[in-house]
Protein backbone atom coordinates (compact mmCIF):
# COMPACT_ATOMS: atom_id res chain seq x y z
CA UNK A 1 0.00 0.00 0.00
CA UNK A 2 2.67 2.56 -0.54
CA UNK A 3 4.93 2.17 1.76
CA UNK A 4 8.32 -0.90 2.12
CA UNK A 5 7.20 -3.01 5.20
CA UNK A 6 9.98 -3.59 7.52
CA UNK A 7 9.37 -7.48 7.07
CA UNK A 8 11.72 -7.50 4.11
CA UNK A 9 13.68 -10.37 4.66
CA UNK A 10 17.43 -9.58 5.83
CA UNK A 11 20.30 -11.54 6.68
CA UNK A 12 20.02 -12.97 10.18
CA UNK A 13 16.00 -12.07 9.83
CA UNK A 14 14.74 -15.51 8.70
CA UNK A 15 12.66 -15.86 11.72
CA UNK A 16 11.08 -12.81 11.63
CA UNK A 17 6.99 -14.82 10.79
CA UNK A 18 7.90 -16.81 13.70
CA UNK A 19 9.37 -14.04 15.91
CA UNK A 20 6.08 -11.97 14.95
CA UNK A 21 2.91 -13.86 15.15
CA UNK A 22 4.03 -17.13 16.57
CA UNK A 23 2.99 -20.78 16.23
CA UNK A 24 -0.12 -19.72 17.69
CA UNK A 25 -1.34 -18.13 14.07
CA UNK A 26 -0.36 -20.76 12.22
CA UNK A 27 -2.10 -23.36 14.44
CA UNK A 28 -5.58 -21.90 14.12
CA UNK A 29 -5.08 -21.12 9.94
CA UNK A 30 -4.54 -24.88 9.89
CA UNK A 31 -6.93 -25.59 11.92
CA UNK A 32 -9.78 -24.40 10.64
CA UNK A 33 -8.52 -24.15 7.16
CA UNK A 34 -11.67 -23.49 5.27
CA UNK A 35 -14.04 -24.38 7.81
CA UNK A 36 -15.64 -23.32 10.80
CA UNK A 37 -13.64 -22.67 13.66
CA UNK A 38 -13.99 -23.88 17.14
CA UNK A 39 -14.14 -21.06 19.56
CA UNK A 40 -10.48 -21.66 20.39
CA UNK A 41 -8.33 -18.39 22.06
CA UNK A 42 -5.87 -16.80 20.79
CA UNK A 43 -2.77 -17.82 23.03
CA UNK A 44 -0.54 -14.71 24.94
CA UNK A 45 2.20 -14.23 26.18
CA UNK A 46 3.55 -15.13 29.52
CA UNK A 47 3.32 -11.69 31.34
CA UNK A 48 3.25 -10.75 34.55
CA UNK A 49 2.09 -6.81 34.00
CA UNK A 50 -0.96 -5.45 35.41
CA UNK A 51 -4.43 -6.53 34.38
CA UNK A 52 -6.81 -3.42 35.00
CA UNK A 53 -5.22 0.21 35.37
CA UNK A 54 -7.56 2.94 36.65
CA UNK A 55 -11.10 2.88 38.03
CA UNK A 56 -14.22 1.40 36.26
CA UNK A 57 -15.92 4.44 34.88
CA UNK A 58 -19.35 6.51 35.31
CA UNK A 59 -21.39 6.95 32.27
CA UNK A 60 -21.23 10.76 31.26
CA UNK A 61 -23.38 10.81 28.30
CA UNK A 62 -22.55 13.66 25.41
CA UNK A 63 -25.43 15.73 25.59
CA UNK A 64 -26.30 17.96 22.49
CA UNK A 65 -24.86 15.58 19.46
CA UNK A 66 -27.29 15.88 16.59
CA UNK A 67 -27.78 12.48 14.96
CA UNK A 68 -26.28 11.36 11.90
CA UNK A 69 -28.69 10.56 9.50
CA UNK A 70 -29.43 7.06 8.43
CA UNK A 71 -28.25 6.43 5.04
CA UNK A 72 -31.06 4.20 3.13
CA UNK A 73 -28.56 1.71 1.54
CA UNK A 74 -26.32 0.75 4.92
CA UNK A 75 -27.21 -1.52 7.97
CA UNK A 76 -28.44 0.26 11.30
CA UNK A 77 -25.75 3.63 12.04
CA UNK A 78 -22.92 1.70 14.37
CA UNK A 79 -23.59 -1.45 12.36
CA UNK A 80 -22.79 -1.27 8.63
CA UNK A 81 -19.01 -1.02 8.83
CA UNK A 82 -15.36 -0.12 9.82
CA UNK A 83 -16.30 3.84 10.91
CA UNK A 84 -19.74 2.92 11.75
CA UNK A 85 -22.09 4.94 9.20
CA UNK A 86 -21.86 6.53 6.00
CA UNK A 87 -20.11 9.95 7.38
CA UNK A 88 -17.18 7.20 8.91
CA UNK A 89 -18.00 9.26 12.40
CA UNK A 90 -16.77 6.65 14.30
CA UNK A 91 -19.30 7.40 16.97
CA UNK A 92 -21.70 5.22 18.59
CA UNK A 93 -25.08 6.39 20.56
CA UNK A 94 -24.85 3.15 22.31
CA UNK A 95 -22.65 1.97 25.41
CA UNK A 96 -19.14 0.69 25.69
CA UNK A 97 -18.04 -1.15 28.66
CA UNK A 98 -17.29 0.89 31.84
CA UNK A 99 -15.03 -1.46 33.19
CA UNK A 100 -16.88 -2.61 35.70
CA UNK A 101 -15.35 -6.47 36.61
CA UNK A 102 -14.01 -6.58 33.23
CA UNK A 103 -14.03 -10.00 30.77
CA UNK A 104 -12.05 -10.67 27.92
CA UNK A 105 -12.00 -13.25 25.33
CA UNK A 106 -10.20 -14.09 21.83
CA UNK A 107 -11.02 -16.39 19.01
CA UNK A 108 -7.69 -17.79 16.78
CA UNK A 109 -8.52 -17.54 13.27
CA UNK A 110 -4.95 -16.68 11.71
CA UNK A 111 -6.22 -13.85 9.62
CA UNK A 112 -6.52 -10.54 10.90
CA UNK A 113 -10.60 -8.85 11.61
CA UNK A 114 -9.99 -5.47 9.95
CA UNK A 115 -13.30 -4.61 9.63
CA UNK A 116 -16.61 -5.51 12.07
CA UNK A 117 -20.17 -5.41 11.63
CA UNK A 118 -23.59 -6.32 12.80
CA UNK A 119 -26.53 -8.02 11.52
CA UNK A 120 -30.18 -7.48 12.45
CA UNK A 121 -29.70 -10.46 15.01
CA UNK A 122 -26.47 -8.79 17.19
CA UNK A 123 -24.42 -11.45 15.08
CA UNK A 124 -21.06 -10.46 14.38
CA UNK A 125 -20.03 -10.50 10.36
CA UNK A 126 -16.17 -9.13 9.50
CA UNK A 127 -13.93 -9.36 6.83
CA UNK A 128 -10.49 -11.57 8.38
CA UNK A 129 -7.39 -11.35 5.80
CA UNK A 130 -4.86 -13.15 6.12
CA UNK A 131 -3.95 -16.73 6.39
CA UNK A 132 -7.07 -17.64 6.51
CA UNK A 133 -9.18 -15.21 5.04
CA UNK A 134 -12.61 -15.36 4.80
CA UNK A 135 -16.29 -13.09 5.24
CA UNK A 136 -17.11 -14.85 8.79
CA UNK A 137 -20.50 -14.67 10.80
CA UNK A 138 -19.30 -14.96 14.45
CA UNK A 139 -21.59 -15.20 17.80
CA UNK A 140 -20.66 -12.45 20.05
CA UNK A 141 -21.45 -14.43 23.27
CA UNK A 142 -19.40 -17.51 22.35
CA UNK A 143 -16.97 -16.50 20.05
CA UNK A 144 -17.78 -19.55 17.92
CA UNK A 145 -17.98 -19.36 13.62
CA UNK A 146 -20.98 -19.82 12.72
CA UNK A 147 -20.58 -19.14 9.03
CA UNK A 148 -17.91 -18.60 6.72
CA UNK A 149 -17.38 -17.61 3.36
CA UNK A 150 -13.62 -18.05 1.75
CA UNK A 151 -12.02 -14.88 0.24
CA UNK A 152 -8.27 -15.15 -1.43
CA UNK A 153 -5.85 -15.43 1.01
CA UNK A 154 -1.96 -14.93 2.22
CA UNK A 155 0.60 -18.19 1.47
CA UNK A 156 2.90 -18.02 5.04
CA UNK A 157 6.59 -16.54 2.88
CA UNK A 158 3.70 -13.75 1.64
CA UNK A 159 3.91 -12.14 5.36
CA UNK A 160 7.52 -11.61 4.30
CA UNK A 161 6.29 -9.49 1.46
CA UNK A 162 6.85 -6.03 1.38
CA UNK A 163 3.84 -3.72 2.15
CA UNK A 164 1.46 -6.87 3.50
CA UNK A 165 0.57 -5.03 6.87
CA UNK A 166 -0.18 -1.69 4.77
CA UNK A 167 -2.57 -3.33 2.34
CA UNK A 168 -6.17 -2.31 3.17
CA UNK A 169 -7.20 -3.83 -0.29
CA UNK A 170 -9.16 -7.42 -0.48
CA UNK A 171 -11.88 -6.59 1.54
CA UNK A 172 -10.63 -5.01 4.59
CA UNK A 173 -12.99 -2.41 4.08
CA UNK A 174 -16.13 -4.26 3.16
CA UNK A 175 -20.28 -2.87 4.13
CA UNK A 176 -23.12 -4.31 5.25
CA UNK A 177 -26.22 -3.09 3.32
CA UNK A 178 -29.71 -2.76 5.02
CA UNK A 179 -30.68 -6.46 4.23
CA UNK A 180 -27.51 -7.82 6.24
CA UNK A 181 -25.90 -8.38 2.85
CA UNK A 182 -22.05 -7.97 3.11
CA UNK A 183 -20.72 -5.75 0.21
CA UNK A 184 -17.02 -6.15 -0.55
CA UNK A 185 -14.14 -5.50 -3.32
CA UNK A 186 -11.58 -8.50 -3.65
CA UNK A 187 -8.45 -8.82 -5.20
CA UNK A 188 -9.88 -10.72 -8.27
CA UNK A 189 -11.02 -7.00 -9.62
CA UNK A 190 -14.98 -8.63 -8.33
CA UNK A 191 -17.32 -6.62 -6.05
CA UNK A 192 -19.11 -9.34 -4.51
CA UNK A 193 -22.81 -9.07 -2.29
CA UNK A 194 -23.12 -12.09 -0.24
CA UNK A 195 -26.09 -12.30 1.82
CA UNK A 196 -26.75 -14.94 5.12
CA UNK A 197 -27.61 -18.47 4.37
CA UNK A 198 -31.78 -18.88 6.40
CA UNK A 199 -31.37 -21.22 9.06
CA UNK A 200 -28.20 -22.55 7.81
CA UNK A 201 -24.20 -21.78 8.10
CA UNK A 202 -21.81 -19.71 5.79
CA UNK A 203 -23.22 -17.03 2.91
CA UNK A 204 -24.57 -17.46 -0.25
CA UNK A 205 -22.89 -15.33 -3.29
CA UNK A 206 -26.21 -13.41 -4.53
CA UNK A 207 -24.46 -10.68 -7.33
CA UNK A 208 -21.18 -10.62 -8.49
CA UNK A 209 -20.30 -7.33 -10.35
CA UNK A 210 -16.54 -7.87 -12.55
CA UNK A 211 -14.47 -4.79 -12.59
CA UNK A 212 -11.51 -6.70 -14.42
CA UNK A 213 -12.75 -5.28 -17.51
CA UNK A 214 -12.38 -1.78 -16.59
CA UNK A 215 -9.58 -1.72 -13.88
CA UNK A 216 -5.70 -1.92 -15.22
CA UNK A 217 -2.70 -3.71 -13.60
CA UNK A 218 -2.14 -3.22 -10.20
CA UNK A 219 -5.78 -1.00 -9.70
CA UNK A 220 -6.77 -2.86 -6.85
CA UNK A 221 -9.97 -2.57 -5.21
CA UNK A 222 -10.22 -0.92 -1.84
CA UNK A 223 -13.44 -0.10 -0.65
CA UNK A 224 -17.29 0.18 -2.11
CA UNK A 225 -19.61 2.00 -0.59
CA UNK A 226 -23.01 2.84 -2.03
CA UNK A 227 -24.00 6.54 -2.27
CA UNK A 228 -28.16 7.86 -0.81
CA UNK A 229 -29.70 7.15 -4.28
CA UNK A 230 -27.99 3.47 -4.41
CA UNK A 231 -25.42 3.89 -6.93
CA UNK A 232 -22.53 1.79 -5.71
CA UNK A 233 -18.89 3.42 -5.94
CA UNK A 234 -16.10 2.20 -5.81
CA UNK A 235 -12.27 3.27 -5.33
CA UNK A 236 -9.00 1.35 -6.60
CA UNK A 237 -5.38 2.43 -5.09
CA UNK A 238 -3.26 3.24 -7.76
CA UNK A 239 -3.96 6.15 -10.30
CA UNK A 240 -7.02 7.31 -8.13
CA UNK A 241 -9.74 5.26 -9.64
CA UNK A 242 -13.16 5.95 -8.72
CA UNK A 243 -15.80 4.33 -10.60
CA UNK A 244 -19.68 3.43 -10.29
CA UNK A 245 -21.55 0.39 -10.69
CA UNK A 246 -25.60 0.64 -11.34
CA UNK A 247 -26.46 -2.55 -9.12
CA UNK A 248 -29.51 -2.99 -11.24
CA UNK A 249 -28.05 -3.06 -14.63
CA UNK A 250 -24.60 -4.03 -14.07
CA UNK A 251 -23.16 -0.73 -15.72
CA UNK A 252 -20.08 -0.04 -14.51
CA UNK A 253 -18.52 3.99 -14.88
CA UNK A 254 -14.99 4.86 -13.89
CA UNK A 255 -12.51 7.84 -14.05
CA UNK A 256 -8.89 8.57 -12.45
CA UNK A 257 -7.98 11.08 -10.49
CA UNK A 258 -3.98 10.88 -10.61
CA UNK A 259 -1.48 8.87 -12.60
CA UNK A 260 0.64 5.74 -10.52
CA UNK A 261 1.76 6.94 -7.48
CA UNK A 262 0.40 10.37 -7.91
CA UNK A 263 -2.92 10.57 -6.33
CA UNK A 264 -3.39 7.14 -4.53
CA UNK A 265 -6.53 6.48 -2.51
CA UNK A 266 -5.66 4.16 0.23
CA UNK A 267 -8.70 4.32 2.90
CA UNK A 268 -12.28 4.28 2.42
CA UNK A 269 -14.42 7.22 1.47
CA UNK A 270 -17.52 9.07 3.20
CA UNK A 271 -20.86 9.14 1.83
CA UNK A 272 -23.27 11.83 3.08
CA UNK A 273 -27.40 12.66 2.70
CA UNK A 274 -27.36 13.87 -1.19
CA UNK A 275 -25.75 11.81 -3.62
CA UNK A 276 -22.35 13.72 -2.15
CA UNK A 277 -19.48 11.30 -1.96
CA UNK A 278 -15.79 12.31 -0.32
CA UNK A 279 -12.49 11.05 -1.66
CA UNK A 280 -9.00 11.91 -0.16
CA UNK A 281 -6.09 11.31 -2.40
CA UNK A 282 -2.72 11.97 -1.33
CA UNK A 283 -2.86 14.93 -2.64
CA UNK A 284 -6.35 16.17 -2.44
CA UNK A 285 -9.81 15.70 -0.78
CA UNK A 286 -12.70 15.64 -3.55
CA UNK A 287 -16.37 15.76 -3.15
CA UNK A 288 -17.93 14.08 -5.89
CA UNK A 289 -21.63 13.19 -7.33
CA UNK A 290 -23.38 11.31 -10.03
CA UNK A 291 -23.68 13.03 -13.35
CA UNK A 292 -26.89 12.24 -15.24
CA UNK A 293 -25.90 9.28 -16.90
CA UNK A 294 -24.14 8.22 -13.78
CA UNK A 295 -20.51 8.87 -14.46
CA UNK A 296 -18.40 10.33 -11.48
CA UNK A 297 -18.18 13.98 -11.79
CA UNK A 298 -16.54 16.00 -9.58
CA UNK A 299 -18.11 18.89 -7.48
CA UNK A 300 -14.92 20.58 -6.12
CA UNK A 301 -11.26 19.96 -5.25
CA UNK A 302 -9.15 21.54 -2.83
CA UNK A 303 -5.14 20.24 -2.52
CA UNK A 304 -3.84 19.69 1.47
CA UNK A 305 -0.68 20.79 2.99
CA UNK A 306 1.85 18.06 2.03
CA UNK A 307 5.56 18.09 3.56
CA UNK A 308 5.72 15.46 0.89
CA UNK A 309 7.17 13.19 3.53
CA UNK A 310 6.40 9.80 3.79
CA UNK A 311 6.09 9.52 7.41
CA UNK A 312 6.43 6.58 9.65
CA UNK A 313 2.75 6.24 11.02
CA UNK A 314 1.28 6.23 7.31
CA UNK A 315 1.22 3.81 4.10
CA UNK A 316 1.90 6.53 2.21
CA UNK A 317 3.03 10.34 1.54
CA UNK A 318 -0.33 11.90 1.79
CA UNK A 319 -3.20 12.27 4.37
CA UNK A 320 -4.14 9.02 6.48
CA UNK A 321 -7.63 9.46 7.05
CA UNK A 322 -11.02 8.59 5.47
CA UNK A 323 -12.59 11.93 5.11
CA UNK A 324 -15.44 12.60 8.07
CA UNK A 325 -18.76 14.36 7.39
CA UNK A 326 -19.98 16.23 10.87
CA UNK A 327 -23.16 18.16 10.95
CA UNK A 328 -23.87 21.76 9.68
CA UNK A 329 -22.11 21.00 6.22
CA UNK A 330 -18.73 20.45 7.19
CA UNK A 331 -16.20 17.55 6.28
CA UNK A 332 -13.04 16.81 8.18
CA UNK A 333 -8.91 15.02 7.54
CA UNK A 334 -5.74 15.68 8.12
CA UNK A 335 -2.95 16.58 5.78
CA UNK A 336 0.74 15.76 5.59
CA UNK A 337 2.25 19.00 6.48
CA UNK A 338 4.77 18.77 9.52
CA UNK A 339 3.52 18.98 11.87
CA UNK A 340 0.41 17.12 10.85
CA UNK A 341 -3.04 19.32 10.98
CA UNK A 342 -6.62 18.94 11.60
CA UNK A 343 -8.24 20.38 8.35
CA UNK A 344 -12.23 21.32 8.41
CA UNK A 345 -13.76 22.21 4.71
CA UNK A 346 -17.70 23.45 3.97
CA UNK A 347 -19.15 21.04 1.74
CA UNK A 348 -21.75 23.07 -0.20
CA UNK A 349 -20.16 23.50 -3.87
CA UNK A 350 -21.26 27.33 -3.80
CA UNK A 351 -19.16 28.30 -0.88
CA UNK A 352 -17.12 31.06 -1.04
CA UNK A 353 -14.77 30.27 1.06
CA UNK A 354 -13.74 26.18 1.05
CA UNK A 355 -11.50 25.73 4.32
CA UNK A 356 -13.07 26.63 7.77
CA UNK A 357 -9.93 26.21 9.75
CA UNK A 358 -6.27 24.16 9.76
CA UNK A 359 -5.10 23.34 13.45
CA UNK A 360 -2.02 21.65 14.24
CA UNK A 361 -1.64 18.87 16.00
CA UNK A 362 1.15 16.88 17.99
CA UNK A 363 4.82 18.30 17.47
CA UNK A 364 7.10 19.11 14.30
CA UNK A 365 8.94 15.45 13.26
CA UNK A 366 6.13 13.27 14.57
CA UNK A 367 3.19 13.47 13.83
CA UNK A 368 0.78 11.30 11.71
CA UNK A 369 -2.23 9.39 11.51
CA UNK A 370 -3.58 6.99 9.22
CA UNK A 371 -6.98 6.74 10.77
CA UNK A 372 -10.21 8.57 10.51
CA UNK A 373 -10.88 11.69 12.50
CA UNK A 374 -14.06 10.66 15.49
CA UNK A 375 -16.68 13.14 14.57
CA UNK A 376 -19.10 14.38 17.26
CA UNK A 377 -21.16 17.14 16.58
CA UNK A 378 -18.77 20.02 15.99
CA UNK A 379 -15.93 18.11 17.64
CA UNK A 380 -12.89 16.30 16.36
CA UNK A 381 -10.63 13.88 18.08
CA UNK A 382 -7.56 12.81 16.24
CA UNK A 383 -4.78 10.37 17.40
CA UNK A 384 -0.93 10.18 16.69
CA UNK A 385 -0.11 6.77 14.84
CA UNK A 386 3.43 8.16 14.45
CA UNK A 387 6.39 5.17 14.75
CA UNK A 388 4.22 2.54 13.60
CA UNK A 389 5.64 0.75 10.49
CA UNK A 390 4.40 -2.40 11.01
CA UNK A 391 4.25 -5.24 13.60
CA UNK A 392 7.64 -4.93 14.24
CA UNK A 393 7.72 -1.19 15.26
CA UNK A 394 5.96 -3.14 18.70
CA UNK A 395 7.77 -5.57 19.31
CA UNK A 396 10.39 -5.93 22.52
CA UNK A 397 8.59 -3.15 25.00
CA UNK A 398 8.70 -0.72 22.02
CA UNK A 399 5.77 1.08 21.04
CA UNK A 400 5.01 4.99 19.23
CA UNK A 401 4.94 8.60 19.69
CA UNK A 402 1.94 9.16 22.04
CA UNK A 403 -0.64 12.22 21.54
CA UNK A 404 -4.65 12.50 21.20
CA UNK A 405 -6.26 15.77 20.88
CA UNK A 406 -10.24 17.22 20.66
CA UNK A 407 -10.73 19.90 17.98
CA UNK A 408 -13.97 21.48 18.47
CA UNK A 409 -15.43 23.77 15.48
CA UNK A 410 -16.57 27.20 16.59
CA UNK A 411 -20.17 27.80 16.93
CA UNK A 412 -20.43 30.34 14.49
CA UNK A 413 -18.49 28.03 11.99
CA UNK A 414 -15.75 30.91 11.32
CA UNK A 415 -12.72 28.73 13.07
CA UNK A 416 -11.82 25.73 15.21
CA UNK A 417 -9.76 25.55 18.48
CA UNK A 418 -7.95 22.70 20.54
CA UNK A 419 -9.94 21.30 23.51
CA UNK A 420 -7.27 19.22 24.43
CA UNK A 421 -3.85 17.56 24.10
CA UNK A 422 -3.06 14.15 26.02
CA UNK A 423 0.70 13.82 25.29
CA UNK A 424 0.74 10.26 27.24
CA UNK A 425 -1.32 8.14 25.85
CA UNK A 426 0.06 5.96 22.54
CA UNK A 427 -2.27 3.95 20.18
CA UNK A 428 0.19 2.38 17.97
CA UNK A 429 -2.05 1.83 14.91
CA UNK A 430 -6.02 1.24 16.21
CA UNK A 431 -8.95 3.06 14.71
CA UNK A 432 -10.75 3.88 17.68
CA UNK A 433 -14.50 4.87 18.41
CA UNK A 434 -16.70 6.91 20.83
CA UNK A 435 -19.30 6.41 22.44
CA UNK A 436 -22.03 8.62 23.17
CA UNK A 437 -23.84 7.05 26.29
CA UNK A 438 -20.80 6.72 28.24
CA UNK A 439 -18.79 9.69 27.01
CA UNK A 440 -15.49 6.92 26.42
CA UNK A 441 -12.82 7.24 23.94
CA UNK A 442 -12.30 3.42 23.39
CA UNK A 443 -8.57 3.10 21.90
CA UNK A 444 -6.12 0.28 21.96
CA UNK A 445 -2.55 0.76 23.39
CA UNK A 446 0.25 -1.06 23.98
CA UNK A 447 2.83 -1.16 27.22
CA UNK A 448 6.71 -0.70 27.22
CA UNK A 449 7.19 -4.48 28.95
CA UNK A 450 9.43 -6.57 27.22
CA UNK A 451 6.33 -9.22 26.88
CA UNK A 452 4.55 -6.65 24.48
CA UNK A 453 1.19 -6.85 26.47
CA UNK A 454 -2.04 -4.90 24.93
CA UNK A 455 -4.23 -3.22 25.97
CA UNK A 456 -7.94 -2.24 25.75
CA UNK A 457 -8.18 1.77 26.66
CA UNK A 458 -11.05 4.28 27.78
CA UNK A 459 -9.97 8.08 27.69
CA UNK A 460 -12.74 10.97 28.83
CA UNK A 461 -14.24 12.81 25.99
CA UNK A 462 -14.40 15.90 28.05
CA UNK A 463 -10.84 15.94 29.05
CA UNK A 464 -8.82 13.58 27.25
CA UNK A 465 -7.37 12.20 30.39
CA UNK A 466 -6.78 8.24 30.73
CA UNK A 467 -9.84 6.60 32.45
CA UNK A 468 -8.81 2.75 32.46
CA UNK A 469 -6.94 0.40 30.97
CA UNK A 470 -7.34 -3.32 30.66
CA UNK A 471 -5.09 -5.75 29.23
CA UNK A 472 -6.20 -8.03 26.29
CA UNK A 473 -3.26 -10.13 26.11
CA UNK A 474 0.54 -10.21 25.16
CA UNK A 475 2.49 -10.76 22.25
CA UNK A 476 2.54 -10.01 18.83
CA UNK A 477 -0.86 -11.89 18.11
CA UNK A 478 -2.53 -9.59 20.25
CA UNK A 479 -1.60 -6.40 17.76
CA UNK A 480 -4.69 -4.57 15.87
CA UNK A 481 -2.31 -3.91 12.91
CA UNK A 482 -4.61 -0.88 11.63
CA UNK A 483 -8.28 -2.86 12.60
CA UNK A 484 -11.06 -0.97 14.24
CA UNK A 485 -12.62 -0.70 17.56
CA UNK A 486 -16.37 -1.96 17.19
CA UNK A 487 -19.18 -2.01 19.92
CA UNK A 488 -21.52 -4.14 19.36
CA UNK A 489 -25.19 -4.38 20.21
CA UNK A 490 -24.87 -5.95 23.57
CA UNK A 491 -22.48 -3.34 24.74
CA UNK A 492 -19.08 -5.04 24.56
CA UNK A 493 -15.90 -3.69 22.24
CA UNK A 494 -15.11 -5.94 19.30
CA UNK A 495 -11.19 -5.73 17.85
CA UNK A 496 -9.57 -7.94 14.91
CA UNK A 497 -6.16 -8.67 15.88
CA UNK A 498 -3.07 -10.47 14.12
CA UNK A 499 -4.52 -13.96 16.03
CA UNK A 500 -8.16 -12.68 15.17
CA UNK A 501 -10.57 -11.55 17.28
CA UNK A 502 -10.77 -10.28 20.99
CA UNK A 503 -13.74 -8.71 22.84
CA UNK A 504 -14.65 -6.62 25.99
CA UNK A 505 -17.23 -6.79 28.25
CA UNK A 506 -18.70 -5.57 31.50
CA UNK A 507 -18.42 -8.75 33.89
CA UNK A 508 -21.58 -6.77 35.80
Known amino acids: MGSTSPLVPRPGRRRTLAQLLGAGVLAGAVATGGGIAAARPIVSVPDLSSGFLGAPAVAQPVQGVPPIPQHPGLAPNGDGNLHGDGWMSD ?14 NSLVLGSECASIAFDRAGRIVTTCIGLNSGLYLIDPATMEVLGKYA ?11 PGVFSNFGGGAYFFLDNEDRAVIGSNSGHVLVLAENPGAVGFTLEHDYDLTGVLRPGETLNSVLPDSNGLLW ?36 AVGAVGDVYINTNRELLRLHAGPSG ?18 GQVDDGSGTTPTVLPGGYVAITDNADPMNVVVYRTDPAAAQREVCSIPVFTKGASSTENSLIGAGNSLI ?27 IDPDGGGCHTVWTNDTVAAPSVVSKLSLATGLIYTYTKGAEVTDPWYWTALDFRTGNLVWKQKSGAGPQFNNNYAGIALGPDGAAYLGVLGGLISLRDGR
Do not use: C, M
Open 295 to 312: APEVSWRVTYANSGQHKP
Open 91 to 104: TYTRPGPLGHAAQV
Open 234 to 269: FVAKTNGVVGTINPETGAVQVIRLGDGADGEIENSF
Open 151 to 161: LPGLAPTDLLK
Open 382 to 408: VENNYGYTGPDATLGGRTTTAGFARID
